[in-house]
């Protein structure tokens, strides 16, 4: 049986407690919620990492470990996630759950309190952050951003976000950009720090065996010395309803690959988490690209052998779904064209039975694993909460149930294509 409250501890700072008895570990996250922009994404990402080396009473890696492992082997781990147009920076920590604890054993507000002291008490020098600790997590960061273009699948998707979302929050990563990673020192990072504590809304998460109003003392006491600035700066995600230019644009790339990456990005008329449409949204995903059984997948790729992979992802808050796929260079046309065609098989009702059982059916496993999955859990709820929404995903899983094939072909007909991006090779 799982349990779900939500309560404001103090303003902005809201704590979503989901009470079971399944799993032997207690997970326990702390986001910070900041708008997406350019200029701040990457002293935001940089930010948990800095933190995690080190507090006033536990000044290095070391003392941070051992008072882990008297957590009986706990875990704090930054975390920079992009939810929308919501950068969450923050931690997610795991512990044992006292019901599994020797004796009277009573881990919870010990693990809750060297939260705290990661957030509310860093290790400083000269009134800032650790020059050394900064420079070398700097140096970290710097390479995870720039790592990212060897991964081609998910860089051609970084890539064709960058340019259909051009000037909109969404367009920036998660990790910001190396110019402003490589500007960031102890000094800019610690004036960061302290508007992020003052200004940005606080979304806890706990999962475990405590009931809910011990988990809320003990944030609270842990929190207590967290500044709140009287207008918190709420992050919001706009949702562009139509493509940006009256024919999609292309972006083509060449770097030294075997396999070319063609990905395309469309507008969804305006239909996302917030409109009553959502739902269906999410089958015609599933139908159209989201699955194994997907149009996409079934054809494109295994009946004509156009794509190496081929699938789809929608992007709830922002009103975007985005097509990946790898083909051979000569590919190109073919491919986008079927691709294009299974939309308007879609689009023109050309789905059959069967194929909307497996989409609702693959959402509806998805949402329930999900409850048997604590990180999996954890990341659905920060995004019901970068969402603004307490719907519980058996609640969604219903109205996933409920789809009718014309719902499908409405949402549909509503998406727009936007920006096509196709990463090529040198040579071609």
Known sequence: MIQVTHRELMPGVRLTAVHTNKFKSNLLSLSLMAPLSEETASANALLPYVLRRGTARHPDLESLSAA??????????????????????????????????PGETRILEDAVGLLGE??????????????????????????????????????????????????????????????HAAALTPERLWERYQALLSQAPVELYYCGSAPADRVAEALTAALA????????????CGVQAEASCETPRLVTESLDVTQGKLALGFRTGGSCVWTEDFPALMVFNAVYGGTPTSKLFLNVREKLSLCYFASSTLEKCKGILLVSSGIEFGNYDKAKAEILAQLDNCRQGAIEDWEMVAARQAIISSLSAALDAQGRLEDFWLGQAAAGLEEEPQALAQRIAAVTKEQVVAVANKLELDTIYFLKGKEG
């Open 118 to 179: 990661l957030l509310l008490e860093p290790y400083t020098q000269n009134g800032a952050f650790c020059p050394d600790y900064t420079s070398q997590e700097r140096a970290n960061l710097i390479d995870r951003i720039q790592a990212q273009i060897n991964e081609k699948r998910a860089y051609s998707i970084l890539r064709l976000t960058q340019e259909m979302c051009a000037g909109e929050p969404y367009g920036v990563d998660k990790l910001g950009d190396e110019a």
């Open 225 to 236: 010395g967290l500044p709140r600035a009287a207008g918190l700066e709420e992050p919001e």
């Open 68 to 101: 882990l492992d008297d957590l009986y082997g706990g875990s704090i781990e930054p975390a920079v996630r992009k939810k929308g147009e919501t950068q969450a920076v923050g931690f997610v920590a795991s512990f044992l759950d006292d019901a599994f604890a």
